[in-house]
C-alpha cells in the first residue's frame, strides 16, 4: 500500500508538471503555429457583420493630397516636398474631431467595425507612442491628441468593433530597410505591443504593402499580438496569408474558401481631397451587394476633413446607405454568398439558413430573369422591395418576373424559402447568353505595360470581372493584345472598362502580316458592346491612344461567329 501510495502522489506530481509547464504540456511550434491564424469563430462573427468603415487621416489632410504617397512622390501637382510633409503635424490643429461623432456615422451607415488608421507608411504614428516622438502627442505636435484612445473609448461606447490599420512599411523612420532593420522590426513590434496593450478590446490588426515574412519578423509579431489578444483577425499583407484576402478599389471574386474583404474609397483617393467626387448611392449599394453576393465584406473608407469632421455630404451618404441596410440588412448580415454567381453585373444571391436573397441590381434585357435548377424546393417567395414577384420551379431551372413598376432603382431583392437548407447547394456560375461562345477567355495576353503585377494584360482576359488590367504608371495611352492561338473567328466585341470612364480614344485592331488593320474605332468606351461583320484573325488589339489617366479594363470578350470574314493573322 505505500508503495502505491508514493507511485500514486509521483504521477499525481508529474500530471501537475505537465499541466503547469508548457514545454511539458505542449510543443512550443505547435502552440505558435495556432497562433498564426485566427479562431474560426472569429472569422466567421467577421464575416457575419460584413460591413465596415475604413478612415485614413492624418495631417495630410491639410493639403487634400493622398495619404503617405504623396509624400515626395507621383507628379510634381500630387506631392508634397519630403521636408514640408514631414511638418505638417506641427501646424495641424483639428479642433472640431470628435470621435464620437465619428463613429455615430459609422452605425448610422450599418456599419459594424471600423479599421482605424494609426500609422501610414509616411511614419507618424496617431496616438500617444512611447517608442517615438513623430506622433499626434509629440513636443512639436500642434494638436496634442491621443487620437487612438478618443476612438476606442467612442468604438467600446457603442458596440463598434475595431481593427487597427498600421503600416510596416515607415519611410520617415531612419532604420527601415537599412543596415540597421532588424531595429526597426524591433520598433514595430513595440508599437504594436503598445497598440494592443494600452487600448481595451481591439478585434483585429489590418497591415500593408506585404513584404516577406523575414522582413518583419512576422510569425514572431503575430505570435505576441494573439498572446495579447487571442480574438485578433489579421489581413494578408504582413508577409503571411493571414485571415482574410484584401483587394484594393476593386471588388474580390466569388470565393468560399477564403474570406475577403474590398476596401474602396467613398471619393477618389484615401485621404481628404477638397470637391472630390463621391460614389453615387446606386453605386455604393451595388458595390455592397456585390461583395455580399460573392461572399466578401466591404470596407468603405471615408477621409475626414483637417479640421477633424466627416465632410458632411461623406456622412450623408453613409446614411443612406444606412437607411437601406435598416430595411434589407437582412439580406446581407450574416450570410454567404451563392449559389447564384453571375458573370456579369445584374446582381447574384445572398443565403442563410434555409433562404436564398436573389439580388438584381440591373435587371436583364430579357425581361425574364432565369436562374439555373437548384436541389431544393421553393415553397414560398416574397419581393422585399415592394410589389410582387412571380417565381416559377421547374427542372431545368427558376424564372423570376417583377412588373417593372416594382423593380427597384437600387437593388431589386426576391426572398426565396426553401424545403431545406440553403447552404449546402453547390455554387453554379452563371454565364450569361450574350457571352456564351467567348474566345479570348485564358488566352496569352500582352500590353504595352502594367501598373502592378496585380494588373497584368492577363486580367482582362481572365473572365473574372473583379479583376482588371492596368496600365503603365503615368501612362495617359497604351494597348491591350490577346493572342487566340490560332485563327479563330469572332463578330461580337465586348470590353468592359472600369469605372472611372478614362478612355477617349479607342481602336479595335487585328494583325495583318507585320501591321496592325483597323476595324473599329471609337470615344468614350465605357461598357462596349458591338456586333460586327465576322473577323478572323490569331491576334487582337484594343489600341488606347487617348485616356484622361491610367486606363484600366475590367474584361475583354470576344465572341465567336459563323459568316463571311475578314481576314488577319
Not at 461623406?314 to 458573370?343: C, L, N
Not at 447547394?425 to 501598373?451: D, N, Y
Request: glycine fraction near 8%.
Amino acid at each position: 500500500m505505500a508503495k502505491k501510495a508514493v507511485a500514486i502522489t509521483i504521477l499525481a506530481g508529474w500530471l501537475a508538471v505537465c499541466v503547469a509547464s508548457p514545454t511539458l504540456a505542449a510543443d512550443p511550434a505547435d502552440k505558435q503555429k495556432d497562433l498564426l491564424k485566427a479562431k474560426p469563430e472569429a472569422v466567421k462573427a467577421w464575416q457575419d457583420d460584413r460591413f465596415g468603415m475604413f478612415v485614413c487621416w492624418g495631417p495630410v489632410s491639410l493639403t487634400g493630397k493622398e495619404i503617405g504617397w504623396s509624400r515626395g512622390k507621383g507628379r510634381k501637382s500630387a506631392r508634397t516636398p519630403v521636408p514640408a510633409y514631414d511638418n505638417l503635424y506641427k501646424k495641424w490643429k483639428p479642433d472640431k474631431f470628435d470621435a464620437r461623432e465619428w463613429v455615430k456615422v459609422a452605425k448610422d451607415a450599418g456599419q459594424k467595425y471600423m479599421i482605424f488608421l494609426v500609422k501610414h507608411h509616411d511614419g507618424f504614428s496617431l496616438y500617444d507612442s512611447k517608442l517615438t516622438d513623430f506622433k499626434q502627442t509629440g513636443p512639436e505636435s500642434a494638436w496634442k491628441r491621443d487620437v487612438m484612445k478618443d476612438i476606442a473609448d467612442a468604438c467600446h461606447e457603442a458596440g463598434l468593433k475595431l481593427i487597427i490599420y498600421y503600416s510596416q512599411p515607415d519611410w520617415h523612420h531612419p532604420d527601415y530597410r537599412s543596415k540597421n532593420h532588424a531595429r526597426y522590426i524591433e520598433f514595430f513590434h513595440g508599437q504594436i505591443r503598445e497598440l494592443l496593450t494600452n487600448y481595451g478590446r481591439i478585434d483585429g490588426l489590418w497591415f500593408d504593402l506585404g513584404g516577406k515574412e523575414s522582413d518583419w519578423n512576422t510569425k514572431k509579431l503575430f505570435t505576441m499580438a494573439r498572446t495579447l489578444q487571442p480574438w485578433l483577425i489579421i489581413n494578408n499583407r504582413c508577409g503571411l496569408p493571414g485571415d482574410f484576402d484584401t483587394p484594393e478599389q476593386r471588388l474580390g471574386k466569388f470565393q468560399l474558401r477564403r474570406p475577403w474583404e474590398t476596401c474602396m474609397t467613398l471619393n477618389s483617393q484615401w485621404a481628404w481631397k477638397p470637391n472630390d467626387k463621391i460614389k453615387s448611392l446606386k453605386r455604393c449599394i451595388d458595390v455592397l451587394v456585390t461583395c455580399a453576393v460573392r461572399n466578401g465584406n466591404l470596407a468603405l473608407n471615408t477621409g475626414p476633413m483637417p479640421d477633424g469632421r466627416i465632410e458632411p455630404r461623406q456622412a450623408e451618404r453613409f446614411r443612406e446607405i444606412g437607411r437601406w441596410m435598416k430595411k434589407h440588412g437582412d439580406s446581407i448580415y450574416g450570410t454567404r454568398g451563392g449559389p447564384f454567381v453571375a458573370k456579369t453585373p445584374w446582381g447574384g444571391s445572398t443565403r442563410k439558413d434555409k433562404t436564398i436573397y436573389v439580388h438584381v441590381l440591373k435587371w436583364p434585357a430579357a425581361e425574364t430573369l432565369t436562374l439555373p435548377p437548384i436541389d431544393r424546393k421553393i415553397v414560398s417567395h416574397s419581393l422585399l422591395t415592394g410589389g410582387k414577384a412571380k417565381v416559377e420551379q421547374a427542372d431545368d431551372g427558376i424564372t423570376i418576373d417583377v412588373a417593372a413598376a416594382d423593380r427597384n432603382e437600387l437593388d431589386t431583392i426576391i426572398k426565396l424559402d426553401l424545403d431545406g437548407s440553403a447552404m449546402d447547394i453547390e455554387p453554379v456560375i452563371m454565364v450569361p447568353a450574350a457571352l456564351r461562345g467567348a474566345i479570348s477567355i485564358g488566352k496569352k495576353a500582352t500590353a504595352s505595360g502594367q501598373f502592378a503585377a496585380a494588373y497584368s494584360a492577363a486580367k482582362a482576359f481572365d473572365g473574372d470581372e473583379s479583376t482588371r488590367w492596368g496600365g503603365a504608371p503615368e501612362s495617359r495611352s497604351g494597348w491591350l493584345a490577346v493572342d487566340l492561338g490560332k485563327e479563330m473567328t469572332f463578330n461580337r466585341v465586348v470590353i468592359l472598362e472600369a469605372p472611372w470612364n478614362r478612355v477617349q480614344k479607342f481602336q479595335l485592331q487585328y494583325r495583318d502580316g507585320q501591321s496592325w488593320k483597323t476595324f473599329h474605332e471609337g470615344k468614350a468606351l465605357g461598357n462596349f458592346r458591338k456586333d460586327f461583320k465576322p473577323v478572323t484573325a490569331r491576334h487582337v488589339r484594343l489600341n488606347i491612344p487617348e485616356a484622361t489617366n491610367v486606363p484600366t479594363i475590367w474584361e475583354v470578350y470576344l465572341i465567336a461567329s459563323k459568316g463571311k470574314e475578314k481576314k488577319g493573322t
